[in-house]
């Protein structure tokens, strides 16, 4: 045989194989993806079953809902659907709105993730995450605020879940964490993804000019929000261990989302002076709240209570915060629900219903809770018009339960239905 022939069948050889690899590889992708429908929605009926519609928390017999094309158009016994829309009888179900999750991390390691070797992780974030997207559905969950992920990574998925192109909630996503140099969550002064990925999970400066410069570049990437993070590790006593960002730096950052409409989560120590001091910088959330087995202050309800800012007390991972829950409420203090699932311990989906859990148990009633859950997460958002309740010209984000999570709120996990923006995600009738 001829030298040209070896080359030839050599070189055909090789595109063979890379034509099976690229195959094998597309088909490995797609397997188990999770995807959406990017379709417009139809027209569907719920009729039958109760309401909570979560605009004040009462409860009444559900009158008729016609959703179309992701919207919900019609609250009423009034309301016509046509015969082609999709009709779903509640019948012995409650109808709520989607809930919402206002302190997670997508894609850092849960116990989700234990039987997973590296490799496997790692293509599973590649796939962005199906059984993740799969659970907080399953679970109810709606929306979910991104408050630190790999920036470059969180990004892209968000993009797949807003053209439809993937099933999963909603994503707002903060991009970076702004942090002092050295400051919470690096570890000795180092990204804890950057080094090992390439991509960008911190921002660390305490300089006002370039922080505001970082915010309003990232304002051009399609990010939500932003986190900051104000006090890092502290004492009980709310000794401040780690670097700390500057209040003059924090109002910096606060004041150039308010040009992009941003909402600003703030992470505190744990003493009311680091949550009075957040506020007054300009966060529109505090995130963690007073724990160690502080009490919270006046100046802080009031502050609180006055500016609107929602609190995330994640009592999943600082359980002593439950101290405070009956004073907050007490107070009108609008608190949201957020796990902060990001170490082995926690699972999406389950680590947000023992959350709620943990509100009840803490002095929250299951009505207040599941407003916490619902309007109280829109509004952590800056969502209101949109998201958290179900009224006409809202989003079309809702779930159908099988039991009364108003009267016990461990019947909100039984939950039989979600429409997302109209389609239904998850149905279990």
């Not at 690229?22 to 719920?46: D, H, P």
């Not at 993070?229 to 910096?252: C, F, K, P």
């Not at 109280?376 to 779930?399: C, M, P, V, Y």
Request: aromatic share 6%; glycine share 10%.
């Amino acid at each position: 045989m001829s030298i040209k022939r070896v080359l030839i069948r050599t070189v055909y050889g090789f595109i063979i194989l890379a034509v099976a690899a690229s195959l094998a590889l597309y088909i490995g992708y797609n397997r188990n993806l999770y995807v959406g429908n990017a379709e417009t929605a139809g027209e569907i009926f719920i009729h039958g079953g109760m309401l909570f519609d979560a605009v004040d928390g009462a409860v009444v017999a559900n009158p008729g809902i016609v959703l179309k094309e992701g919207i919900i158009t019609c609250i009423g016994s009034s309301c016509e659907a046509p015969p082609s829309a999709v009709s779903i009888d509640a019948t012995n179900l409650s109808i709520l709105p989607g809930l919402v999750e206002l302190h997670g991390h997508f894609l850092l390691a849960t116990k989700d993730n234990d039987s997973l070797s590296t490799p496997a992780f790692i293509w599973n974030i590649v796939q962005a995450r199906p059984d993740v997207r799969q659970k907080l559905l399953e679970a109810g969950i709606t929306s979910f605020r991104s408050l630190g992920d790999p920036q470059d990574g969180i990004l892209m998925i968000k993009d797949q879940l807003d053209s439809g192109e993937l099933a999963g909630p909603r994503l707002f996503v903060a991009g970076p964490i702004f942090t002092a140099p050295g400051g919470h969550p690096t570890i000795n002064g180092r990204d804890p993804i950057v080094d090992g990925f390439g991509w960008q999970m911190t921002f660390q400066s305490d300089s006002a000019s370039v922080v505001r410069t970082e915010v309003a570049r990232l304002a051009t990437q399609g990010i939500d929000g932003v986190k900051a993070i104000l006090h890092g590790r502290t004492s009980d006593d709310g000794e401040v261990l780690q670097a700390t960002l500057s209040l003059s730096t924090l109002n910096a950052i606060s004041e150039e989302a308010r040009t992009n409409d941003f909402w600003v989560a703030v992470h505190v120590g744990q003493t009311s002076e680091h949550v009075v001091d957040a506020i007054n910088a300009g966060a529109t959330s505090i995130e963690h709240g007073v724990r160690g087995g502080n009490l919270i202050s006046t100046e802080a309800l009031e502050l609180l209570v006055s500016k609107e800012i929602v609190y995330v007390p994640t009592l999943g991972r600082e359980p002593l915060g439950h101290l405070n829950i009956p004073a907050l409420d007490d107070a009108g203090v609008i608190i949201g629900v957020g796990t902060d699932t990001n170490n082995p311990e926690m699972s999406y989906g389950e680590s947000y219903h023992l959350e709620l859990s943990y509100l009840v148990d803490a002095g929250l009633s299951a009505n207040s809770a599941l407003l916490a859950a619902t309007r109280n997460g829109a509004i952590g958002l800056r969502k209101s018009e949109q998201l958290g309740t179900i009224e006409e010209g809202k989003f079309a984000d809702l779930i159908l339960v099988n039991g009364e999570p108003w009267n016990d709120i461990s019947e909100l996990k039984s939950v039989e239905m979600v429409i997302q923006a109209g389609h239904i995600v998850v149905d279990k009738l």
